[in-house]
């Protein structure tokens, strides 16, 4: 069994007892093992509480489960899976905050082609599928046609001239040969693929799926090309090379009359650490965590994609 670094196991009980620096309760977690299911990786851990309670903590997204109820790790993963499934069906077409930024309006016509399909039962209303999702590609274009990341060589196209905006785009967000190519194939099949739906008269539910597939990811890749465009590059770790490097913060402390955090670098790979730098607090966010601590701070209400989900609505004790 693969021991667990440092990092790893801070952040599993942190995740299990969020409050733990005020009355630690967490005893021993233990890593279990990695298990891959449909392309998908989950790390598996049993955690034992001071009390004696234990719990399964499964990654990807990260749940925990009791061992009470859930009495084999099997059955516990098992659930999991499942639990995974049915949310992913749920909020299929729930845009994460990266794609409500970039993609809202055209995700908005999408999921108006998803709601259309569920209620589709002949072949005008697989066509009707098709002409959503021509509309939504058309959103995409409207929506960043004079974007200040837009480079265009000439004259620019008409607005309906979807393809050639796709190649446009393809060309002025990624610097790499084949994300670009990739994009602006991807547009372009897709494109003909709402066409032809569109005016299909012998359309099928299986080809406004096709199609419906096809639309989202030409809205994902858009996405994902609009973060590695807009974000630097991420940081790797000088010792391992490793991509797994995340921030680690201390708790608020005072120093020289200030108030504020030791951040440092560590890589979840090897175990590397950077120089510590002293982050000081601004009063306000000073603030906000007094009245966190007091019980005056009232959480902002979260969207049904950021709510975090649990198996069981007990705490852990």
């Not at 942190?14 to 620096?21: K, N, S």
């Not at 039962?121 to 200040?148: K, T, W």
């Not at 108030?259 to 966010?285: K, M, N, V």
Request: aromatic share 10%; charged share 30%.
């Amino acid at each position: 069994m693969a021991e667990m670094t440092q990092l790893e196991e801070r952040q599993i009980r942190d995740y299990v007892d969020p409050r733990r620096h005020q009355n630690p309760r967490t005893k021993s977690p233990s890593y279990v093992g990695r298990r891959r299911v449909a392309h998908e990786n989950y790390d598996l851990y049993d955690v034992w509480m001071s009390s004696g309670k234990r719990w399964w903590v499964i990654t990807n997204v990260t749940n925990l489960y009791p061992q009470d109820d859930f009495k084999g790790l099997n059955q516990a993963f098992t659930y999991h899976l499942g639990l995974n499934a049915v949310l992913r069906e749920q909020f299929a077409v729930q845009p994460d905050e990266g794609q409500v930024e970039t993609v809202g309006k055209p995700w908005r016509r999408y999921a108006g082609a998803v709601e259309a399909l569920a209620t589709a039962e002949e072949a005008e209303d697989f066509q009707a599928v098709g002409i959503r999702c021509r509309e939504s590609l058309l959103a995409l274009v409207r929506d960043n046609i004079d974007a200040s990341w837009v480079r265009v060589q000439g004259e620019k196209p008409q607005v309906d001239n979807a393809k050639a905006w796709f190649a446009i785009f393809a060309n002025s967000l990624s610097a790499n040969s084949k994300p670009r190519a990739y994009f602006k194939s991807l547009g372009e099949r897709t494109w003909d693929l709402t066409v032809w739906l569109q005016h299909y008269v012998d359309a099928s539910e299986i080809d406004a799926e096709i199609v419906l597939g096809a639309t989202r990811e030409v809205l994902r890749t858009f996405a994902l090309l609009q973060v590695d465009y807009s974000q630097p590059m991420e940081q790797r770790c000088p010792k391992c090379d490793s991509y797994q490097v995340v921030k680690e913060s201390s708790e608020v402390i005072e120093r020289e009359g200030a108030f504020g955090t030791f951040l440092h670098d560590e890589c979840a790979s090897c175990g590397w650490r950077s120089e510590q730098s002293f982050d000081e607090w601004p009063r306000e966010r000073l603030q906000r965590l007094i009245d966190y601590k007091t019980g005056a701070w009232t959480p902002p209400r979260k969207s049904m994609g950021e709510l975090e989900v649990r198996a069981t609505d007990e705490a852990p004790s």
